[in-house]
């Protein structure tokens, strides 16, 4: 999977990479009853738009991704915004191993999570989990089930209802691509 991964980034411009902040993270940021800005954790960041997009509004953030050469990417993206961004070349599933204690106000994931390996997916949740501040939320978009070609990847709100105990699942709100997709909103009510 990294090795695919890297795969895209080496060979030029991802074709995820559209330099666009998608309006459900707009509707979070700057919509009505939008929070004050706080502290974000940006899993999956790719080269940076989001997590730019969010410190331009007033929020601290970190970013993490698992490919070196999207994490090279997302910090030059963040220097020329003159945004203090932190990116961190790591694994979303393994934060323990990284310098991001928390604790969070607001999660992002646009499409990291579903391409996790199922064996890994409780380690992701059980790491947003312990970062995250009393009502904390976590945007999350997401393939479905055989969206892809293959046997791992998708998430499904029942998966997602399972796995983040200590979360209520908010939201779910069907994406507009021509596979399925969802975009789902939790938010922490314990701890
Ligand atoms: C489909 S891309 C989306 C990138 C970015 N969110 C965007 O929309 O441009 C998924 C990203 O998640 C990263 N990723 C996948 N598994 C990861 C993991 N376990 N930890 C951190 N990043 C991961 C990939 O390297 C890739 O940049």
Redesign the pocket.
């Known amino acids: 999977m990294r090795r695919e991964?890297e795969a895209y980034y080496h060979a030029g411009k991802?074709p995820?990479?559209t330099g666009v902040t998608p309006p459900e993270l707009v509707a979070v940021v700057e919509g009505e009853g939008a929070p004050p800005p706080g502290r974000a954790l940006e899993?999956?960041?790719?080269?940076g738009?989001?997590a730019v997009y969010l410190a331009r509004h007033g929020w601290e953030v970190v970013a993490?991704?698992?490919?070196e050469r999207?994490v090279e990417q997302a910090r030059a993206k963040a220097a020329a915004a003159g945004t203090a961004v932190r990116v961190l070349w790591?694994?979303?599933?393994r934060l323990d191993e990284l310098d991001v204690p928390g604790r969070y106000d607001l999660f992002f994931d646009?499409?990291?999570f579903c391409?996790?390996p199922p064996h890994r997916r409780d380690a992701y949740a059980a790491g947003l989990t312990r970062r995250a501040a009393p009502g904390a939320r976590l945007l999350m978009f997401g393939y479905g089930p055989g969206a892809f070609d293959d046997l791992i990847s998708g998430v499904t709100a029942d998966e997602l209802s399972a796995r983040f105990a200590g979360w209520e699942l908010a939201d779910v709100t069907p994406g507009t691509n021509p596979v399925p997709t969802f975009w789902f909103t939790l938010r922490r009510t314990t701890g």
């Open positions: 991964l991802p995820w990479d899993l999956g960041c790719g080269t738009t989001n993490v991704d698992l490919v999207a790591g694994d979303a599933t646009l499409s990291c391409a996790i």
